[in-house]
């Protein structure tokens, strides 16, 4: 018969909460496709949010995506430059597009949603050379008019960065291949595609950092600890 304390007999524990991991901070991997580079005036296009989550062995990986094609706001600018880049005809009339407030409202519900489960105070986007993305987000937040945007406004991780810094490419593509992962040029700029291969790559980065972050860990408790007296 085996003992209680026998490793038949145990439960696994369960996964870290994403709070612990990033202070409170739930990382969603966000994509935009665009009509252009200024986000103040060129059209938002397409947008995917990838989810971020534990596996059974404590380790990230990516979870869920949502994926929304999006109809051009009034006025807005389009390149043909950009459009030549990702493919996008936004005016086909047998694309499925929403308005930016629907699109943004569907993401925000789903995030929303994980940072309830995962006890987070705020998302904060990743993205692949992120300044670009989270312009782009925060301009259509205006404008739609979204007061409860669950994104912190300029913070953001940036997988461009981080894999510059662990494996020495900063390009989506070669950063993949480098990672291990498979590329496929031709779903490469589309929002699901480079959204879903960032979040791979911020994936592997964390996970390469694990150690690092658990030495961290303890030292951020003894330091921090809410009954510590300030010195």
Not at 181 to 186: E, G, I, P, R
Request: with cysteine; glycine share 6%; net charge negative.
């Amino acid at each position: 018969m085996d003992s209680p304390g026998s490793p038949e007999n145990l439960t696994p524990a369960p996964p870290p909460l994403m709070s612990r991991r990033f202070r409170q901070f739930l990382p969603v991997v966000i994509d935009v496709e665009t009509g252009g580079f200024n986000c103040a005036t060129d059209a938002l296009l397409e947008i995917c949010a990838v989810m971020i989550q534990f596996g059974p062995d404590g380790r990230l990986q990516r979870g869920e995506s949502h994926s929304y094609h999006v109809r051009p706001f009034e006025g807005a600018n389009i390149e043909a430059a950009s459009l030549a880049v990702n493919g996008i005809d936004p005016f086909h009339p047998l694309r499925p597009a929403l308005p930016e407030k629907d699109a943004l409202g569907r993401i925000f519900t789903e995030v929303r949603g994980v940072m309830k489960a995962q006890d987070c105070r705020r998302a904060v986007l990743v993205g692949h050379n992120a300044a670009f993305d989270l312009g782009f987000l925060n301009a259509a937040v205006a404008r739609a008019d979204i007061k409860r945007n669950p994104f912190h406004p300029f913070s953001c991780f940036d997988t461009a960065t981080l894999a510059g810094a662990a494996f020495g490419q900063t390009v989506l593509a070669k950063a993949a291949q480098v990672c291990g992962f498979t590329w496929d040029s031709s779903e490469a700029h589309s929002a699901r595609y480079d959204a879903e291969r960032t979040a791979d790559i911020f994936c592997e980065v964390c996970n390469a950092l694990d150690g690092t972050w658990r030495s961290a860990d303890i030292r951020a408790q003894a330091l921090f600890s809410p009954d510590r007296e300030e010195a």
